[in-house]
């Protein structure tokens, strides 16, 4: 046979809506890795510009943390998104090969071998290519110079050098590679499969096997859920291929929550950060508290506080004499502790208000301290109220073996006598200008050293991390939810007959809306257990080697909060996907259903 080649234009023609799903997994995935490259690329482009600016020379962009960590981040994702695009474009043509058994029973009928058979499949997959991997790259091209203009005129400074409307030739061809990669690893399986239908099943129409229908246990479950159950469980291959299509949302979900904590972990946002900080060049607690009171009446402050320390201060923990430091906090300071979440489970931080005999304490895994321990400080006897959960006064936020106690700013006063600060803190109003600054600097003498770390901030390059990973996570999650919906749709459809059959022996419309929703629970349960063992034993593994190796104080927790978010997102998709395919068989007479080919 030479010119069976010449159905596949006719067959994507008559199958439309059912590549229509095919065709959106396809644009999916490379509008996705196109977008991931592009940025990427645009990312190094601005780096270069900088690199030039300040040494004149590319020499260091090798060694450029930014420029490994971007394309490391983008690697990462196309191996993602690689995974993805085969689980949800095979599960997809797995059923368009399943409802067509007539068809290729029929080509083998008339002389088409298996192996023509299996290179039709392929061919036909590739076809879909010319259409879906042009629009994807020109989502992904459009989407990149959105998202790089966002970030140059609304994000931040930091990103004044981000190139607009840049064309990645890399983000271009990586997008091509992954749509052809995808579909050829999808469409193996698939076309195995439609080699196997044999010429009998050109009478029959379908090549599942029937017979299994008479072991269903029916003992312990109505008749219709029974068959549902069988339904899904009976057709291996494709129970492995939705199953995975359910897990594989709940694993990336569960993945990409480590991904935020690391982001928060490597820039952290703290709402006490400050934009001036203010230091005496006199020693420790020499700034008047009446200075504090002269910024607050300068235009564009909004927040002013302060800290005092002593360090090694003789103090008695457990009955053993020690030395600890001692640092006090304004209300204001305390407040964001509880607002940041910095305290361990199990504490008090109202306690330590005002003049009182209760502190916190910086946690550390050898640490021996815990909330309700007692230390004494000459006469005073202290309670610790809470825990920190790192050292906010060390960089990688280890204790070193230290205790530090952090009180509030009357108890610091009692226990010390100490008014005056070691530290004073600004934080500017959104309309604050350089004007405001000036006249803030202008308050201080030479025995003060002012800091101006507005520069230094990462909120804007936090957001802009965040918003990536919440897009990425979003378009990922969608086009699970749509694939989980069409497949179920369509493995409705490739049973049409046993539908029409059952309806003819007497199962109502309720029975039959029934069978299609265990079905569709069988897929979802199976995906959720395999998905939340799977996806925690990934999150664990992603926290350990990603946050718990740079920050020994980071400990890995269940996340029980976005396990929760993708049960009910599964339970909801589950509902929609059940919904459209029954209501079209209740519509339907039993005679369509039966001569539905």
Known sequence: MKSYLSLIPISAKVHRRQNRMTLLC?????????AVFSMADMGIRMEQTRLLSKHGSLESLSSSTMAQTLYMVAAFLFVLILFAGVLMISSSINTNVAQRTKFFGTMRCIGMSKQQIIRFVRLEALSWCKTAIPVGIVLGIIITWELCAALRFFVGDEFSDMPLLGVSLIGIISGVIVGLITVLIAASSPAKRAAKVSPMSAVSGNSENIKTIHGVNTNIRQVEISLGIHHAVSAKKNFILMTSSFALSIILFLSFSVLIQFVGYIMPQSSNTADINITSNEGANSIDDSLLISIKAVAGVKQVFGRRDVLDVLAKIHSQSDTIDMISYD??????????????????????????????????ENNPLKVGDKIQIGSEELEISGLLKYNPFNDDGSTDGKVTLITSGETFVRLTGITSYSLVSIQLTRDATNENVTEISNLLDESFTFHD????????????????????????????????MNSISMSVSARIKQYGAMRAVGMDKHQITKMIAAEAFTYSLSGCIVGVLIGLFISKLLYDNLITTHFSYAVWNIPAAPIAIVLVVVTITTILAVYAPSKRIRSMAVTDTINEL
């Open 453 to 484: 770390m507005r520069e230094q901030h990462t909120r804007s390059t936090y957001i802009a991390f965040m918003l990536f990973v919440y897009g990425f996570l979003i378009i990922i999650t969608l086009v699970s939810i749509l694939n989980i």
């Open 331 to 364: 209300d204001f300071d305390l407040d964001c502790l509880t607002k940041d979440k910095q305290l361990r489970n199990g504490s008090h931080t109202e306690k330590v208000y005002g003049n009182s005999s209760y502190v916190l304490a910086v946690w550390d």
């Open 26 to 34: 396809i644009i999916s995935a490379v509008f996705m890795v196109t």
